[in-house]
């Protein structure tokens, strides 16, 4: 089974400064991994995801996570938030070739700070 | 194209009731997942649905039940509801059963046991 760690519960940053939110994970076999944005009261979007190939990932409003292997890290990362940033971000891993059920963490709530 | 469609948006029901939920995936997605995400957490996997059949299930008790119909929509029973059922309930649609594909949720159903 494949299970996620997020270990920043809470984050509060300035408007402008960057961000970085903490995911790291456990799986006997290898994963793809996604970071998806929830903001209240609705559904999860899909912020970006790493199936194979370069470990820096882009993906939607500027975010970018860099694979890491050997530390079995996700850590998604922002240069400059704004304030419509602020949401729950979620790490979210699934087993290559045995079926896409998502694994999530218990999310980390970005707050950003006029 | 619509995204995935979720009915109904909000359900107030008592202990020991039954509650059915429905979800309509993206057109031509054929996989169909169900998550729990009870307040403060991640959504848990309860199942995933792939051609009408069962293809996953989480650590649900059988009071949890799915099927998925020949349109690919799909309903979650809950029956015998405890308190601890409240949680909105997502359904995510998948072009597959497994492989580098992301799932794509809905808004949600949420669900207060009184």
């Known amino acids: 089974a494949q299970s996620v760690t997020q270990l920043d519960s809470q984050v509060p940053v300035f408007e402008e400064a960057p961000v970085e939110l903490r995911c790291n994970y456990s799986?006997?076999?290898?994963?793809?991994l996604f970071w998806y944005v929830q903001y209240p009261n609705q559904g999860l979007q899909l912020l970006l995801k790493?199936?194979?190939?370069?470990?820096l990932v882009k993906g939607i409003n500027g975010f970018e996570a860099e694979f890491n292997k050997s530390q079995t890290s996700f850590h998604l990362r922002k240069p400059s938030v704004h304030i419509s940033d602020t949401a729950e971000y979620f790490c979210?891993?699934?087993?290559?070739?045995?079926?896409?059920?998502?694994?999530f963490g218990t999310g980390t709530s970005l707050t950003v700070i006029p | 194209d619509a995204g995935v469609t979720q009915s109904p948006t909000h359900l107030i029901k008592t202990r020991g009731q039954h509650v059915t939920l429905r979800c309509s995936p993206i057109?031509?997605?054929?996989?169909v997942s169900w998550y729990q995400q009870v307040l403060g957490q991640g959504p848990q996997f309860i199942f995933q649905?792939?051609?009408?059949?069962?293809?996953g299930r989480g650590n649900f008790p059988d009071r949890f039940s799915a099927r998925q119909f020949p349109n690919y929509s799909s309903e979650l029973n809950v029956n015998a509801l405890l308190l601890g059922d409240s949680a909105l309930y997502l359904c995510?649609?998948?072009?597959?059963?497994?492989?580098?594909?992301?799932?794509?949720f809905g808004p949600g159903t949420r669900l207060t046991v009184t």
């Open positions: 995510a649609s998948s072009l597959a059963v497994s492989g580098p594909y992301e799932q794509y």
């Open positions: 799986s006997s076999v290898s994963v793809y």
């Open positions: 790493y199936l194979s190939g370069s470990t």
């Open positions: 979210a891993v699934s087993a290559r070739n045995t079926g896409n059920q998502f694994y």
């Open positions: 057109s031509g997605h054929k996989s």
């Open positions: 649905y792939y051609e009408k059949e069962e293809r």
